[in-house]
């Protein structure tokens, strides 16, 4: 059996992988508000068609990351919201690591020279992950959001400036 990750670009037809790892972190609680898993449609809309990104290995995608934009605003094109999820089976063996390197190099390819994360405070091992590749905490943000339990959640604000860009 080969075991070689290949990192790709997101396809259409491979939402239905992707939403099954999005669905396992909407139940942990760990690293989402959504309630529920959109539509491809509905996602698709809200992403942008810039740096989305699997990692597959033997035919089946263990991991994804993608980008949504911080605003609409012409002022703020460069900045973008960093969404990663690791399927529970590969978490904690690297597969986060290989996917936010590559999304930092497409990234910076597009002209992005700010990613940034909100990261559930309880989620170490993600913001330890971002910390690893650039990221810093600039903020925190006390009970933003429930999940979907009601629980009351906190966040921390990362934020990764490009060294290229500038």
């Not at 992707?18 to 508000?33: D, K, N, P, R």
């Not at 597959?56 to 990351?65: D, K, L, P, S």
């Not at 094109?77 to 529970?88: L, R």
């Amino acid at each position: 059996m080969n075991h070689t990750i290949t990192l790709r670009e997101m396809q259409p037809t491979d939402w239905e992988q992707v939403a099954v790892i999005y669905e396992q972190a909407l139940i942990t609680g760990e690293s989402t508000f959504q309630t529920e898993i959109p539509e491809y449609k509905e996602w698709d809309s809200g992403h942008l068609k810039e740096c989305r990104i699997v990692a597959e290995q033997n035919n089946r995608i263990i991991g994804w990351v993608a980008l949504t934009p911080f605003s609409n605003r012409l002022v703020y094109k460069g900045v973008a919201q960093v969404s990663i999820y690791i399927h529970e089976d590969y978490r904690g063996k690297g597969i986060g690591s290989l996917l936010i390197s590559e999304l930092i190099n497409k990234s910076e390819e597009f002209g992005f020279w700010t990613l940034q994360s909100a990261i559930f405070e309880s989620n170490m091992a993600s913001v330890k992950l971002h910390e690893k590749h650039g990221f810093r905490i600039v903020g925190y943000r006390e009970k933003i959001g429930k999940t979907l339990t009601g629980e009351w959640i906190n966040t921390l604000l990362l934020e990764r400036r490009s060294q290229i860009i500038y």
